[in-house]
């Protein structure tokens, strides 16, 4: 993982290919047919309870798959104080099913008390940075271990900015000392929404940061004439997402890439044929250069 330290005992390193998102319909698929695919990026939110089927179908998928850990629920860049409790069950889960990488997002969910079903978005202000950098810090202490964060897709921007989003990003992975999870996906909706120029943020982003890249689906809603992109998670990346996405290669190719369908799931045998030819773009793009 780039930007990061050594993994920690135990774990398997990601290959570099792409991984699918674990979803609970698929466990007993998985343990049955063990189908080719790099590895598995686990919801660390859904795997919290200590006992039941869910973290059993996660221990024995470790076996077989390296594991990655993703988080929603963190509320990096909330005000309220970051929650102990949510903070003690991610801890235990690192140390049980020894991730790869841990995840979360640049985002609020939370507000006085209040969490929203939401990753909302953050003001791109010195202040704001820091404000993360002190969050992530002791996320980073409380595991032991440094993290990735992921660009959010975001459908307003604040008047309040003093930079643009990849230089945010940047900055917060800097001096937070993790690493970054790049989506592409969000980074071409966020450039359609607000007109921004998504080869330019890929091209911004230090190749040192990055340790994991996202793919995955989006909507188009049209509202009062202007097309609105939803990150949905919904279906294949579009042409124009994987045309990004080979952009992207071309800077971090070292890095392991997740593909994420988590609206109308489809059954695990289109999830792993999506996988697949999200490898093949990659491994083209590798004969190519050879």
């Known amino acids: 993982m780039r930007g990061t330290s050594a993994l920690p005992l135990g774990a398997q390193a990601l290959p570099v290919q792409t991984g699918i998102g674990l979803r609970a319909l698929h466990h007993d698929d998985l343990l049955a047919t063990k189908p080719p695919i790099g590895w598995l990026e686990a919801h660390s939110e859904n795997y919290f309870p200590a006992g039941g089927s869910q973290p059993q179908a996660l221990e024995r998928l470790r076996a077989h798959y390296p594991i990655a850990l993703h988080g929603v629920g963190l509320s990096l860049g909330s005000t309220d104080p970051l929650s102990s409790t949510h903070l003690a069950h991610l801890a235990r889960i690192v140390e049980r099913f020894e991730p790869s990488i841990v995840s979360e997002h640049l985002s ?137 996405y080979v952009r992207a290669l071309h800077r971090f190719s070292q890095v392991p890439t997740l593909f994420e369908w988590d609206t109308d799931v489809p059954d695990l045998a289109t999830l792993v044929a999506e996988a697949h030819r ?3 773009v990659r491994e083209q793009l590798d004969a190519d250069a050879a």
Do not use: K, W
Request: net charge negative; charged share 20%; aromatic share 6%.
């Open 278 to 280: 999200i490898d093949r």
């Open 108 to 244: 609020f969910g939370a507000f006085d008390g209040i969490h929203y079903n939401d990753l909302l978005p953050l003001p791109y202000t010195r202040e704001c940075v820091a404000h993360l950098v002190s969050r992530i810090s002791a996320v980073q202490d409380r595991l032991r271990r440094p993290i990735l964060v992921e660009n959010a897709s975001c459908y307003l921007r604040y008047r309040a900015d003093e930079m643009s989003e990849a230089e945010f990003v940047s900055a917060v992975a800097r001096q937070a000392g993790c690493g970054v999870l790049l989506d592409i996906n969000n980074i071409y909706v966020n450039a359609r929404n607000h007109g921004l120029d998504a080869q330019a943020y890929i091209e911004a982003i230090p190749v040192e940061l990055v340790g994991e890249m996202h793919l995955a689906g989006h909507t188009v809603n049209r509202h009062d004439g202007h097309d609105i992109l939803i990150d949905t998670h919904i279906g294949a990346p579009c042409a124009a997402v994987l045309a990004l």
